[in-house]
């Protein structure tokens, strides 16, 4: 699994203004920080592209193909 006792690495991401407030807007309505959103965003995204292995696909919602 992702994020699993490692340590933790910092990047930087330009967004346009309106897909800013959109992530901040959607982090509010689910009760959790903007960079959480993000780092679930990315692990869905990788997992889709058969990036991780195939547990945290399943554990991430996405069906092998």
Known sequence: MIGKASAEAHVS????????????????????????????????ELARLSYLDEETQKAMGVVAK
């Open 13 to 44: 991401v330009r967004l346009p203004e309106d897909l800013k407030r959109v992530l901040y807007k959607a982090a509010k309505a689910r009760f959790e920080q903007p960079s959480d959103l993000v780092r679930r965003a990315i692990v869905v």
